[in-house]
């Protein structure tokens, strides 16, 4: 009788191309063999970030709405949903790493690229005001696309009202860190990914506006090989750290812990 490996043992890595074992990965989700760092979703991240058992997840009611009426973003909408577990590009909470409490966004690639819309809008809107509220740091991590076609002006008015509300934030005081990962691309890199007081990427990450294949269309120009990644962005000071995964929640334990705040939590 020929035995076969149960579905989801195996996985091609996108950087490499070999084949890799479930139990290879890790749980930083590294290639072992060329180091290719995985994309998380968004709970994925959380886990790896945030102390054991703390994250509380803040009211997330919003449902996307098909305004426009475009045509199979419903379906879309339900595959994402069943396939991610969530019902939008974002999840938002309230937890402690190393014992410090902050506000965490973390958006989620799985779900339509990340793409920004109404509700992934208004989540990080309401974030930022329960930080204000309750006089906590605000850490957003980006994975995007950028704005949701299906969604037009709709998701491109998002880009203004959290630059908006994220100002707010910033008159209280109130510190945002914003932690960029792979990819960063689009109305979000363009808005506030960037707007920061500490702005870390993580390692390998794809960060930048237009991709390079639309660039190079565009502008008939040989782009560098290390293009719009984490690591040339920080030697083009654009970055205050780029920072590899197992370490990540240890600079942001750091970062917080530099301010101090107890807050309301």
């Not at 490996?5 to 590294?30: D, E, L």
């Not at 974030?127 to 704005?147: E, F, N, Y």
Request: hydrophobic residues 45%; glycine residues 6%.
């Amino acid at each position: 009788m020929t035995h076969y490996p149960k579905t989801g043992t195996w996985t091609t890595c996108v950087a490499c191309g070999r084949h890799v074992h479930h139990s290879q990965w890790g749980p930083f989700r590294q290639c072992p063999y060329c180091k290719h760092w995985q994309r998380l979703t968004a709970q994925q991240r959380i886990d790896l970030l945030v102390d054991a058992a703390s994250f509380q997840p803040l009211p997330m009611p919003e449902r996307p709405v098909n305004a426009l009426h475009f045509p199979a973003y419903d379906q879309k909408l339900a595959r994402a949903q069943e396939r991610t577990m969530s019902t939008e590009a974002v999840v938002t909470g309230v937890a402690t790493i190393d014992q410090h409490p902050a506000v965490i966004a973390v958006m989620d690639s799985y779900f339509m690229m990340g793409t920004l819309n109404t509700v992934v809008t208004r989540r990080i809107v309401a974030a930022s005001q329960v930080a204000r509220k309750r006089r906590l740091p605000l850490i957003l991590v980006t994975t995007s696309g950028g704005a949701r076609m299906q969604e037009g002006d709709y998701a491109l008015v998002g880009m203004n009202l959290v630059l908006a509300e994220l100002a707010r934030l910033a008159a209280v005081p109130l510190p945002l860190i914003t932690v960029l990962t792979d990819p960063t691309m689009g109305g979000v890199s363009a808005s506030f990914a960037f707007k920061g007081d500490v702005v870390v990427a993580e390692a390998g990450a794809k960060i930048g506006f237009a991709g390079a294949r639309v660039i190079q269309q565009t502008m008939p120009v040989d782009l560098p090989a290390d293009f719009q990644t984490a690591e040339s962005l920080f030697e083009h000071g654009m970055l205050d750290a780029v920072v590899a995964r197992p370490q990540l929640s240890q600079y942001l334990a750091t970062v917080l812990a530099s301010y101090d705040l107890k807050g309301d939590h």
